[in-house]
C-alpha cells in the first residue's frame, strides 16, 4: 500500500502559475507510474496526466503544452506544475500511484489503474 499526500492548491488567477506536490511513503516510489487527477464542481473524475517508472509522460489534451508532470525519485515526490490556468482548471487535484503494475512499460493509464490516492487538494482559477 502506498500512503500519498498533496500539497500546493490554492486560489489563482487566470494566467497564472501553480505547482501542486504528492509526497509517497510505502512501496518503492522509483518502480511505479504516478498520475495527477482531479474532479470539478459537478463533474466525474477525470484524468490529467501520468508520469511512468522511467519518465514518460502523458497529458490529457486538455492540459497538454500548459501542464508538466515530473518526478524526483530520491525524495518520493511527484509534481504537476501547471501554467497558463484556466477558470476551468478549476477542481479537486488528486495524486495517485499505479503500485500494482511495477516497471509498467506500457502507456494505457486509466483511473482503475491507480489503486492509491490522496486527500486531495483544491485549486480554484478566478477569471
Known amino acids: 500500500q502506498v500512503q500519498l499526500v498533496e500539497s500546493g492548491g490554492g486560489l489563482m488567477q487566470a494566467g497564472e502559475s501553480l505547482k501542486l506536490s504528492c509526497a509517497a511513503s510505502?512501496?518503492?516510489?522509483?518502480?511505479?507510474?504516478m498520475g495527477w487527477f482531479r474532479q470539478g464542481p459537478g463533474k466525474e473524475r477525470e484524468f490529467v496526466a501520468a508520469i511512468s517508472w522511467s519518465g514518460r509522460t502523458f497529458y490529457a489534451d486538455s492540459v497538454k503544452g500548459r501542464f508538466t508532470i515530473s518526478r524526483d525519485n530520491a525524495k518520493s515526490t511527484t509534481y504537476l506544475q501547471m501554467n497558463k490556468m484556466k477558470p476551468e482548471d478549476t477542481a479537486v487535484y488528486y495524486c495517485?500511484?499505479?503500485?500494482?503494475?511495477?516497471?509498467?512499460?506500457?502507456?494505457?493509464?486509466?483511473?482503475?489503474?491507480?489503486?492509491?490516492w490522496g486527500q486531495g487538494t483544491q485549486v480554484t482559477v478566478s477569471s
Open positions: 510505502g512501496r518503492t516510489f522509483s518502480s511505479y507510474a
Open positions: 495517485a500511484a499505479d503500485a500494482t503494475r511495477p516497471y509498467y512499460g506500457g502507456s494505457s493509464f486509466s483511473r482503475a489503474d491507480f489503486g492509491s
